[in-house]
């Protein structure tokens, strides 16, 4: 009789992992555990859900077709996880917004670092992610609302958005 799954991030970490890796030892290497409670877990798992997600071979393992549907839909779950511990953190520090900065190389080198370091004393609550990008890239990632303000350098087509 199978028993009933239970939610363990460590297994469903160590199952993602395995596969992006193709083997459950570099997995189980990466999460500092032997590689016989690795098997563990992943073979009580499989027991316990009642799939197969890999099959295994000498030289490492294959994810099974059921396994690929579980890892796509795993990898949405973790990334959860890990927003929520992100969320906890803001809540525990007061931020209370968050602005994504797309910015090129070179506003990243010669200017931002002054400009940031006032603007985040003065705005604890803001919580500031910096990505670095090509200005071109920049100007469609805004346009699609994937950062909040976007720095470029050059002459980039910046039609739709505001710029200054």
Same mark, same amino acid.
């Given at each position: 009789?199978?028993?009933?799954?239970?939610?363990?991030?460590?297994?469903?970490? +160590?199952?993602?992992?395995?596969?992006?890796?193709? #083997?459950?030892? #570099?997995?189980?290497?990466?999460?500092?555990?032997?590689?016989?409670?690795?098997?563990?877990? $992943?073979?009580?798992?499989?027991?316990?859900?009642?799939?197969?997600?890999?099959?295994?071979?000498? &030289?490492?393992?294959?994810?099974?077709?059921?396994?690929?549907?579980?890892?796509?839909?795993?990898?949405? @779950?973790?990334?959860?996880?890990?927003?929520?511990?992100?969320?906890?953190?803001?809540?525990? #520090?007061? @931020?209370?917004? !968050?602005?994504? $900065? +797309?910015?090129?190389?070179?506003?990243? *080198?010669?200017? +931002? %670092?002054?400009?940031?370091?006032?603007?985040?004393?003065?705005? %604890? !609550? =803001?919580? =500031?992610?910096?990505?670095?990008? &090509? #200005?071109?890239?920049?100007? +469609?990632? =805004?346009?699609?609302?994937?950062?909040?303000?976007? $720095? *470029?350098? /050059?002459? =980039?087509?910046? &039609? /739709?958005?505001?710029?200054?």
């Amino acid at each position: 009789m199978r028993g009933k799954w239970r939610p363990d991030f460590t297994t469903l970490t +160590l199952i993602a992992l395995a596969a992006d890796k193709g #083997s459950i030892s #570099s997995a189980a290497e990466r999460m500092h555990l032997a590689l016989a409670a690795a098997s563990r877990r $992943i073979a009580e798992f499989e027991r316990d859900a009642g799939i197969t997600v890999f099959k295994r071979h000498a &030289r490492g393992i294959t994810v099974t077709p059921a396994g690929a549907t579980l890892v796509a839909r795993l990898r949405n @779950v973790l990334d959860g996880v890990d927003s929520l511990a992100d969320t906890l953190e803001d809540i525990k #520090s007061g @931020v209370t917004e !968050h602005l994504k $900065i +797309l910015a090129c190389d070179a506003a990243i *080198i010669q200017f +931002l %670092p002054g400009i940031l370091k006032k603007f985040v004393a003065s705005a %604890p !609550h =803001v919580r =500031v992610e910096l990505e670095e990008m &090509r #200005s071109t890239d920049i100007a +469609l990632a =805004v346009a699609e609302r994937r950062g909040g303000l976007g $720095i *470029i350098w /050059g002459d =980039v087509d910046t &039609r /739709g958005l505001t710029s200054e």
